[in-house]
């Protein structure tokens, strides 16, 4: 069965530094992939999603996502941090059920 | 306008009451969803409707049951109302049925459950 593992449940970084968030999955075929963010007291908001075809991703408020084969990963990347991007970020797998990683707290520091 | 919206937001009931919680989506979709978000912020899902037919019934306590009169509307009430089932719960829908390719799924945002 398809699955993903966000392996960071907890990361601080400065405002304006840059930040990667790690998901990996596990899928038989070529994924398809999303990130969604959660902010504080908030609903679900799709960031980016990976389909097929260019495997860098570019999504809203300035994130990115590269998809690599080799590495089973689907990381979301963003050169420089804000204060407002602190929030749960979710990788999920958008097949049947939409399986959802464990999330990824990230908090902003100044 | 919102594409998915719930109703309410929040909810503070009794053990033992029954509640309802609505999702209506206005984006034309043909699928709707109900997850369910525990304390640890796992999300999980619940029921899935395509053009209101029951495609996704996960394991849980017949004390919820998803409704939904048009594809445009998916409700979920909830019998008995348990300490446990606190929680944040999600409507979602989507242009096509679970695991299609493409689909993307669009969520409301959440309604936060409380059972005191």
């Known amino acids: 069965a398809q699955s993903v593992t966000q392996p960071d449940i907890h990361i601080t970084v400065s405002e304006g530094a840059s930040l990667e968030l790690r998901c990996n999955y596990s899928y038989g075929a070529t994924p398809y992939l999303f990130w969604y963010v959660q902010s504080p007291g908030q609903g679900l908001q799709l960031l980016l999603k990976?389909?097929?075809?260019?495997?860098l991703v570019q999504g809203i408020k300035g994130f990115e996502a590269e998809f690599k084969r080799s590495q089973s990963s689907f990381n979301l990347r963003k050169p420089s941090v804000h204060w407002s991007d602190a929030a749960e970020y979710f990788c999920?797998?958008?097949?049947?059920?939409?399986?959802f990683g464990t999330g990824t707290k990230l908090q902003v520091i100044p | 306008d919102t594409a998915v919206s719930q109703t309410p937001k929040y909810l503070v009931t009794q053990m033992g009451n029954d509640k309802s919680i609505k999702c209506e989506q206005n984006l034309g979709h043909d699928t709707m969803y109900w997850y369910k978000q525990d304390s640890k912020k796992f999300l999980k899902i619940m029921f899935s409707y395509n053009n209101k037919e029951l495609i996704i019934n996960e394991t849980v306590p017949n004390r919820f049951s998803p409704k939904s009169p048009d594809k445009a509307h998916l409700n979920l009430h909830i019998n008995s109302l348990e300490l446990g089932d606190s929680a944040v719960y999600f409507c979602a829908s989507s242009a096509k049925s679970p695991g299609s390719s493409g689909n993307t799924i669009y969520f409301g945002e959440g309604s936060w459950l409380t059972v005191v």
């Open positions: 990976y389909f097929s075809g260019d495997t």
């Open positions: 999920a797998v958008p097949y049947q059920k939409v399986t």
